[in-house]
């Protein structure tokens, strides 16, 4: 039987590839989080002067704010990149978002975060979300657990929740649903208390050894003050494959901002911003091992 054509565009999924690819090769890609055009602009230069895969990751902000105008000038970028460069939507968290996102064009891929939700709920909202994104060619992200913390974009855990680590048990569950990519290790959004993450390396084995050959391990909370090349090779070592990062780059744009604002011209200022913002996502991308695997 011939594949549907919403089969084939995920068979063909530019973020799927990106990621299978870096899991077969042992490296991990870039997610870069995106809140500017600076900030998409940096991550497909340094892809290009790295010949590195990557990802330019939005937030439901992305919409919110602009609607789809990010949105398309991301997916533009993207598709004139002379690499390859997929566009996702990081921390959906709600069923409203995520199909507004699905149908206004332009994402690879959505991560369906219902996390916040109790756990039957999770299930079935998730079954329902990854289905329409997969009805689009879409791939689907889903978070089994609960990740404590917050950053800017993610709705933090309510005090009243407490963490839930996913086990082999329910990646098994969600991969049913359809998805593609699995958040699979005791870290935490934004930053980390006293003594630096702790992370369950067992359970992440584990969960590889349970699902790995039929979806992709990722890694969010890399916070910048412990996640450099070490930890993150690490990581790599135990099947992940797609890494994001946030603060480490965004707070270049704002660093710049801070000592050049009012001082040159506004034209000179956001070059340097992109200017920065590149480097940083450069180094990363030699942390992680994906330079030159786009050559």
């Given at each position: ?14 973020a799927k590839k990106i990621v299978d690819d870096a899991y077969a090769g ?10 500017n055009l600076e900030g998409i602009l940096a991550t497909v230069r340094a ?223 956001m070059e340097k911003q992109v200017q920065a913002m590149q480097a940083v ?15």
């Open positions: 039987m011939a594949p549907t054509p919403a089969t084939q565009r995920l068979v063909d999924n530019k042992k490296y991990a890609v870039p997610a870069v989080c995106c809140y892809a290009e002067a790295k010949k590195s895969p990557a990802i330019v990751q939005l937030f439901p902000f992305s919409i919110d704010f602009a609607d789809g105008v990010m949105l398309h000038a991301a997916a533009e970028a993207a598709a004139k990149a002379s690499v390859p460069v997929a566009v996702h939507m990081d921390h959906a968290q709600s069923p409203e978002i995520i199909r507004r996102a699905a149908d206004l064009g332009g994402f690879d891929g959505i991560m369906v975060d219902m996390s916040h939700y109790e756990r039957d709920e999770n299930m079935r909202l998730s079954r329902e979300l990854v289905a329409y994104c997969n009805e689009r060619g879409i791939i689907a992200e889903c978070e089994p657990g609960r990740i404590n913390g917050g950053e800017d974009g993610v709705e933090a855990t309510s005090e009243d929740m407490e963490e839930i680590l996913t086990t082999p048990e329910q990646a098994e569950e969600f991969v049913d649903l359809g998805i593609h990519w699995l958040p699979a290790i005791g870290n935490i959004h934004g930053p980390y208390p006293t003594g630096g993450p702790q992370l369950d390396w067992p359970r992440l084995k584990a969960i590889e050894d349970q699902v790995g050959d039929r979806v992709r391990i990722v890694l969010h909370g890399a916070h910048e003050d412990h996640f450099r090349e070490e930890l993150m090779r690490q990581c790599i070592d135990y099947g992940t494959a797609k890494i994001n990062i946030n603060g480490v780059m965004n707070r270049e744009f704002i660093r710049v901002a801070t000592e050049l604002a009012g001082k040159v011209p506004l034209t000179t200022m996502i450069e180094l990363n991308m030699d942390w992680m091992k994906s330079t030159g695997k786009a050559a």
